[in-house]
């Protein structure tokens, strides 16, 4: 028993003794750690010079605490001697030659590539002694080059096992999502557009409504044509995201011309080329305020009366003491009669002023493919105040340029 208590106070004597020495190998640094020295990176792609990205490494080295690094001036009488070893040392012999004629015990170096969204970082220490590569490591960051210190630091903790924020590693590491791909980028596709529509509540009544009583004196369907201008924003394999604007122009067949313009954004899924679009639209409208006879109560084919109609219409009929139409059951529409059964509202009226008006639109559809030909089939309703339209309308258009998302 006695034996074995003493074997385990000799243990942990031990321990102790070892943590000691660690601790003052650590606070004097300095003395016992090998040296290391760093050539020259190739630096491609970017805009910060090689001498500059050595200065950051040698900066990281020195905080790290594991060796003793040369800077640029003990350097300097050796990199008189040699071309190479200033601009062009960046090979497994040159860099043991020239750890030899430094006296040193490692040289690092490396690359860095700019590649297009990403930056590759590669670093590698040499053994000078052995000969030998001692460690390498490559890694890829996004194409933040301001923050290259930061990743040039990550590099080095990971290839000594340093541990490094992980915030900071997210925040610069390249993330290699499926943004573009083979047949997926940018896209313009504009092209003509052609439909019909059915136009639906306050909206067909003003396209039934003769022209006598400001209405368009048409059948309540319309034909159309126009122009969609398409900007893709966002492409992968199985999703797009897209800008539209549609300049249009309605019931042309019918002796009118109604134009409209339409902002949408769009969405399209699948290599079906599913997609659906929504969006605000802009036209001009003409409008009166009156009330339109809808029990033919004033006259006999629902006739829209506007409010000088109107009191032209009083005046001739009823005396002016006259509130009520027959036994009460109907109010007489006067101006400030708040009783009356019909009211004073605004209605489309041809022989009125001019207002700016505002539809929302909703469409889906499908763009169906061939060759760099795509024939986009949509059906859309259009709504506004009181009514709308709902058709469908077919395009094609040709895919004209291509470039990646990013640049």
Known sequence: MMKKLTFILGLMAMQFSKANAQDSLKTNFQ????????????????????????????????KMKEYKVYDEFDMTDVLKTKEDFRTACFGQNCLIELGAALNT?????????????????????????????????????????????????????????????????????????????????????????????????????????????GGLGMQPYVTMIGYQFEKQYVGTENFSALF????????????????????MNGFRFGKAGWEIAFGPGFSMKKMSSGFIDKDNTFSDNGQYFTEKEWSEYAERTYSSDLNYYENGVFMAPKPGDINSNYSFSKHHDMRGPTYFN????????????????????NAFYSAQKGGGMVGLNVGFNVQKSKSPIHR
């Not at 630096?43 to 050595?54: C, F, L, P, Y």
């Not at 590698?124 to 990743?151: A, C, G, H, P, S």
């Not at 549609?246 to 109604?258: A, D, P």
């Not at 505002?358 to 089939?377: E, K, M, Q, Y």
């Open 31 to 62: 003395y016992g750690l090998p040296t290391i020295a760093v050539a020259n990176p190739y630096v491609n792609g970017i805009s910060s010079k090689s001498e500059i990205v050595a200065k950051m490494i040698r900066l990281e080295l020195i």
């Open 105 to 213: 015990d490692f040289v690092m170096c490396g690359s860095i590539d700019g590649l297009s969204n990403r930056i590759a970082v590669t670093i590698k220490i040499v053994d000078v002694k052995r000969k030998t590569i001692y460690r390498t490591m490559v890694k890829e960051f996004d194409n933040q080059e301001y923050e290259l210190q930061r990743m040039l630091e990550i590099v080095l903790k990971e290839m000594h096992d340093t541990p490094m924020q992980k915030e900071i590693i997210d925040r610069l590491e390249y993330k290699n999502e499926p943004i573009t791909s083979t047949n997926v980028g940018r896209i313009n596709n504009s092209g003509p557009r052609i439909g019909a529509a059915y136009l639906t509540g306050s909206m067909n009544e003003f396209a039934l409504r003769p022209e006598s009583q």
């Open 244 to 263: 539209e604007g549609i300049i249009n122009i309605s019931g042309l067949e019918q002796g009118q011309i109604i134009p409209s313009f339409t902002v």
């Open 358 to 377: 505002t539809t929302f639109v909703f469409a889906v559809g499908r763009t169906f493919h061939a060759g760099a030909l795509n024939i986009p089939v």
